[in-house]
């Protein structure tokens, strides 16, 4: 079928196809099959690996090895991830469902103390929090949500670190079965909010991780495109969206007890959200809750352009102008009256961003000469703190970042070293881009660390643990693991 | 399904694979990466895939593959938070650096909506059926995309 075509779209598509054929080479379908079929492992890059010969090979592996065993004593022995779950940094994990103890750093990974640092943006007040030693005798929820390649559905498993309550819920059918969409929220107060998508009917639900109650609030014939969770999990918010024009239809509340829900925002209902009932080519909302609670912000982003409000938990919100988010920016977190996002740019490092839920200034998190990227917020000993990952992948090595949001100051939280090609690590938590999510309330101070492994030619979440923020300790959760199939 | 038919499945789709992948990613190392990870899964999964839909099971899986790699190539670049030079583009031939770099400020997305429509010649109907848009909607994002990329090439 073809379809009418101006002149420039005439010229950019014969320059298109001219960019194109200029660009991938040939490749020979025939090695290609024959590789695949054959069931090599495959990793990045393989098949243009093996023509760099067995030598090169060899010194790259003896190369790691000398790595792996010269960094622990450089930077303290905080971990190495290789693609097995039996690699971890802790020793002593167990198969029971509960928290192994802390297990593997004698040293704070960071040698020099964070400085207070002069920042443009409003710091927020320090308030004391007490950060645990270790996990012993802590009970915290947790979720994971597991999608292995799409042949196979996904695992939702809802778990406690004392093991009063494990289950997993399981679609299998990736083609015609229910999906676990949007991503869960939570845990707060034990509460998980998660989305079956089933067709065209959205069902909401909570589970209760300690007790392993499991309650549908609300179904929906609308799609739900995203869920948040206050911080007491006594109430769960939603976005609406109309399936055929993707036009927003609201922003809901409803208690995790139970009862009817509400409109925070109707649509249409105020000038300021009537351009959100308008039909939508494509939509990528986003929704966060303070970690007070107080702040409820949410995104709709189409294709070039971002509609951003932030209302207060009553549903009120200042009329102010939000057009300092960008599409391309994700949100972190709202700490305080302070947005925490993430930005897209074109340079390896995209410098993150503070908004003033107050005014709607906007600032950036780290400057040119020092740009951070956030990926997560949490609780720390004197305030929030904002973590951000580096890796490098062809040395192996991955290393947190935190922020503190009460004083600017920067440290180092964590390191780990992987075998490149075989495995990676990551920050788990609230991760804007990886496919895999997991969710745990752990208590101030600590933070989710995953260990991917590499099976079937994809980087799959291997095992999972908490990590706290500059004192080089690490906890294996067993209990969060994906369960085998 | 046989290794034979696997074979024929490689040679019907690789050229468009690796025209959607280079579409996006710019970048032939990341484009052929992506497709032979594309095609690992596809063989691992063979007895998964539903015939009547392999085409558009390829494109999502060397999308999202393309997206992995693009994602990993910038964390590569970060070490302990310091920003490096982006990477150069000396592998574009000089007759489409204009239009690689207008290329290049479009967000992914809008990227593979390019690849599919100019790149694999898919019309708006099979291209909102990908992209899980109504054919009209794929049509009035083409046209923004193609907005953009106008002023970007001021040439045109």
């Known amino acids: 079928m073809s379809e009418p075509r101006d002149d420039f779209e005439r010229r950019f598509g014969q320059r298109y196809a001219e960019y194109l054929g200029d660009g991938p080479r040939t490749m020979d379908t025939r090695n290609l099959v024959a590789a695949v079929t054959r069931d090599m492992p495959q990793r990045a890059g393989w098949l243009r690996m093996a023509t760099l010969g067995a030598a090169t090979i060899a010194a790259a592996a003896i190369l790691t090895l000398v790595i792996l065993a010269v960094l622990p004593r450089i930077t303290g022995p905080v971990g190495t991830a290789s693609g097995s779950p039996q690699a971890s940094a802790a020793p002593d994990a167990s198969s029971a469902p509960s928290a192994s103890s802390a297990p593997s750093a004698s040293s704070a990974p960071s040698a020099t103390p964070p400085q207070p640092v002069a920042v443009p943006w409003p710091i927020l007040a320090p308030s ?43 679609y299998p059918d990736f083609f015609s079965a229910p999906e676990f969409w949007p991503t869960p929220a939570g845990p707060a107060g034990g509460q998980i909010i998660y989305v079956v998508t089933e067709g065209r009917t959205a069902h909401l639900r909570v589970a209760d991780a300690r007790t392993g109650a499991d309650t549908e609030l609300t179904s929906t014939d609308l799609l739900i495109a995203r869920v948040a969770i206050d911080p007491s999990g006594s109430t769960a918010y939603y976005m609406l969206f109309d399936r055929p024009t993707s036009a927003f239809q609201g922003l809901w509340a409803i208690p995790t007890s139970g009862g009817q829900p509400t409109p925070l925002v109707s649509v249409p209902a105020t000038a300021a959200t009537a351009t959100l009932a308008a039909t939508r080519v494509h939509v990528e909302p986003q929704l966060a809750v303070s970690a007070d609670g107080s702040w409820i912000a949410y995104v709709i982003c189409h294709t070039i352009d971002c509609e951003f409000h932030a209302i207060h938990a009553d549903g009120t919100a200042e009329p102010l102008d939000w057009s300092n988010f960008h599409a391309g920016d994700q949100m972190v977190g709202i700490a305080g009256d302070l947005l925490i996002g993430a930005a897209e740019c074109p340079q390896p490092t995209c410098d993150g961003f503070i908004l003033d839920l107050r005014t709607g200034e906007r600032w950036p998190l780290g400057g040119d000469d020092a740009p951070f990227a956030p990926e997560a917020l949490i609780a720390g000993p004197h305030g929030p703190l904002v973590l951000g990952e580096s890796v490098d992948y062809d040395q192996g090595r991955m290393r947190v970042d935190a922020l503190d949001l009460t004083d600017g100051s920067r440290s180092t939280a964590f390191e780990a070293t992987f075998e490149p090609g075989i495995g990676e690590v990551h ?59 | ?108 997305r809008d990227r593979q909506l390019v690849a599919l429509r100019y790149g694999l010649g898919l019309t708006s109907e099979e291209i909102g059926e990908h992209l899980g848009l109504s054919a009209s909607g794929a049509r009035v994002r083409l046209q923004r995309v193609l907005l953009r990329l106008r002023e970007e090439l001021s040439d045109e």
């Open chain 1, 128 to 170: 004391e929090a007490s950060v645990p030693s270790s996990l012993d005798g802590q009970d915290f929820a947790a979720w994971t949500l597991y999608r292995p390649p799409p042949c196979c559905g996904s695992l939702l498993r809802i778990a406690t670190s004392a093991g009063s309550s494990d289950r997993v819920i399981d």
């Open chain 1, 427 to 485: 920050l788990a938590e609230g991760h804007p881009v990886l496919e895999y999510f997991a969710g745990a309330d752990l208590p101030a101070g600590w933070f989710l660390i995953a260990r991917f492994a590499a099976a079937d030619g994809i980087l799959l979440p291997a095992d999972y643990s908490a990590a706290t923020a500059g004192a080089a300790l690490e906890t294996r959760l067993p209990f969060m693991e994906s369960p085998t199939r």
């Open chain 2, 1 to 108: 399904m046989r290794s034979d038919e696997f074979a024929r499945l490689v040679e019907r789709y690789q050229p468009a694979l690796m025209r959607l992948a280079y579409g996006m990613a710019g970048d032939r190392t990341i484009a052929e990466d992506a497709v032979q990870a594309c095609w690992h899964a596809a063989w691992r999964s063979r007895e998964q895939i539903d015939r009547a839909r392999i085409r558009g099971w390829l494109f999502t899986v060397t999308a999202n593959q393309v997206r992995r790699s693009l994602r990993r190539r910038r964390l590569r670049e970060v070490l302990h938070g310091r920003l490096r030079p982006p990477p150069d583009r000396g592998e574009v031939d000089p007759r489409h650096v204009d239009l690689a770099s207008a290329l290049s400020g479009l967000n992914l």
